[in-house]
């Protein structure tokens, strides 16, 4: 499971480097633009396991920080995960499918539609933007693996996780010792 995460993952990166390289100029994302990193989101029980395989990495001195951080989190502020200072994301290697696919242009399978971060493209008429979008997951990996985590017969979307409420979780024990 956890290799098919990382095809997953390495799949999904390469796609939206592929739409990085078609945008060009017109994908302003960058270290310090938080713009997609406000608010609450829904992510899965995937991204949930590759959150807690980044908080395990992090320092003992960073965990503290990061429980305030989710302690005070409201639902509209900054993610917990993203430095006040720098606007750089702590689990960046780890961050949710969410995070990976914001920005570029994207397009569903389901209806063809196409998403984009509303600070990127300006000036891009429709058909430019359609030119750059990408499909993210064409292969359905990520419904697979859900599927698969939860067994036959089971919701492949367990109750909605967000990242405040992992990072919540995953520093809810006693301080670690410094």
Do not use: H, N
């Amino acid at each position: 499971m956890i290799e098919r995460d990382r095809e997953l993952i390495r799949r999904i990166d390469a796609s939206m480097a592929e739409a990085a390289r078609r945008s060009g100029d017109w994908v302003v994302c960058r270290v310090g633009c938080t713009e997609c990193c406000r608010g609450e989101f829904e992510i899965t029980a995937l991204d949930a396991m590759r959150l807690r395989a980044g908080l395990a990495e992090l320092s003992e001195e960073e965990i503290p920080r990061i429980r305030e951080r989710a302690a005070a989190f409201d639902g509209e502020g900054a993610c917990p995960l993203l430095e006040p200072g720098t606007g750089a994301c702590l689990l960046y290697e780890w961050r949710p499918v969410t995070c990976r696919t914001f920005g570029p242009a994207t397009r569903t399978l389901e209806d063809g539609g196409i998403a984009v971060c509303e600070k990127c493209y300006a000036g891009a008429s429709a058909a430019e933007i359609a030119e750059c979008a990408v499909v993210v997951d064409e292969l359905g990996l990520e419904e697979e693996l859900l599927a698969g985590r939860d067994g036959p017969g089971q919701s492949s979307r367990p109750a909605p996780l967000s990242v405040a409420e992992v990072v919540r979780d995953y520093c809810s024990g006693p301080p670690p010792s410094l």
